[in-house]
């Protein structure tokens, strides 16, 4: 398979790679006495220090003096981002169901067009996993005037990832929710993505914290809507009704549902065996019975998993894929719910 990762050097002036030292309170932080609780509202919200989650919290005299009232972050996100045409979230209601491999893979089917600039940003925070799908797990942020650069991949295709910022890649990041926002905020404040056609954000499984701060950070500034990754079988499903419920709570426009895993693709002969039977209807159905659009199948094909071990292009080494053909439909449907329109049309 060829490789596919080449790094762009960027023109702004760079300094050494940035070193973050994760155990530093964020900016904006109330200088707590005592580690947050598990069911903490967050520090900087409005609700600190008064939610009955505060009753009984060292912290609560702090954070019940810290000012309230609109992020002053927010103005400043609005204008990093507004030079990115789509926002888009990738959400799965739970795990296993290849959400990060499909959201690498969507980005370099949006990429393949090389009038297309996409980034990706991964703010699985605890479970990092796109720097190594896209071949990139090495490299480190440089920061220089105009903000954190992000990693290039392709000439059009760039990432940023928490995974940039750990002394090892073997070092997990046990972090609780105000701290997780922060990060957030920051990758939203700070990194210079430059124009982009399409920033696709990759979330970790669930309605957490992560999804919670995204959206909030990214709704003044246009979030173009969700895609929801599901498998066929109804355990998936079931969660996915949490999450497009969650998105319906939160005013997250569902682009649609994508249904993973659908079928298994013979490498030898490309025939898509049904493998993970859609019991109550799969994917589709679940689209129909939620009124939200579906996007489409995208079936297994093993040479998926290596592409991603070798951090290569599987969209890029193996075309013809079954698996290539449907992620071509879904960046056509995604383009089509995001409201872009191709020249000609
Ligand atoms: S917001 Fe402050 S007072 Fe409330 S639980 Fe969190 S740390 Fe404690």
């Excluded at 989650?53 to 507004?82: F, H, M, V, W």
């Excluded at 739970?94 to 370099?108: D, E, I, Y």
């Excluded at 859609?278 to 019975?289: F, N, P, V, W």
Aim: hydrophobic share 35%; glycine share 10%; net charge negative.
């Amino acid at each position: 398979m060829p490789s596919t990762t080449t790094t762009t050097t960027t023109t702004a002036i760079e300094e050494p790679p940035l070193q973050i030292d994760l155990s530093a309170p964020l900016k904006n932080h109330p200088p707590l006495i005592a580690p947050e609780p598990e069911h903490c509202p967050g520090p900087e919200s409005n609700l600190a220090g008064a939610g009955s989650a505060c009753a009984g919290c060292p912290n609560q005299a702090i954070c019940a003096s810290t000012p309230k009232g609109p992020d002053p972050d927010i103005p400043l996100i609005n204008q990093r981002l507004s030079s990115i045409t789509h926002k888009i979230l990738i959400l799965s209601g739970k795990g296993g169901v290849g959400k990060s491999t499909f959201t690498t893979m969507l980005a370099h089917a949006f990429a393949s067009s090389s009038t297309h600039t996409v980034g990706i940003m991964d703010t699985d925070i605890c479970g990092p996993s796109i720097p190594k799908m896209l071949g990139v797990e090495q490299e480190t942020i440089h920061i220089s005037n105009q903000g954190w650069s992000p990693v290039w991949v392709t000439d059009n295709l760039s990432v940023m990832s928490v995974q940039f910022m750990l002394p090892s890649r073997d070092d997990a990041v046990i972090w609780r929710g105000p701290k997780k926002n922060g990060l957030i905020k920051q990758f939203l404040k700070d990194v210079e993505w430059g124009p982009l056609d399409y920033l696709l954000v990759d979330t970790p499984p669930g309605t957490s914290d992560e999804h919670l701060s995204v959206n909030t950070y990214l709704r003044e500034s246009g979030l173009s809507g969700a895609v929801v990754v599901t498998t066929p079988q109804e355990m998936s499903l079931l969660d996915v009704r949490k999450e497009i419920d969650f998105c319906n709570k939160a005013g997250i426009k569902v682009l649609g549902i994508v249904e993973n895993m659908s079928g298994y693709v013979c490498p030898g002969c490309r025939h898509v065996n049904r493998v993970f039977k859609a019991t109550t209807g799969g994917g589709s159905e679940l689209a129909r019975e939620c009124g939200v659009p579906f996007l489409g199948k995208v079936p297994l094909d093993p040479r998926i998993g290596m592409a991603c071990d070798y951090g290569e292009s599987f969209f890029e080494g193996f075309p013809d894929s079954p698996a290539c053909e449907a992620l071509r439909k879904v960046v056509e449907r995604v383009k089509e719910e995001v409201g872009v329109k191709e020249e000609g049309e």
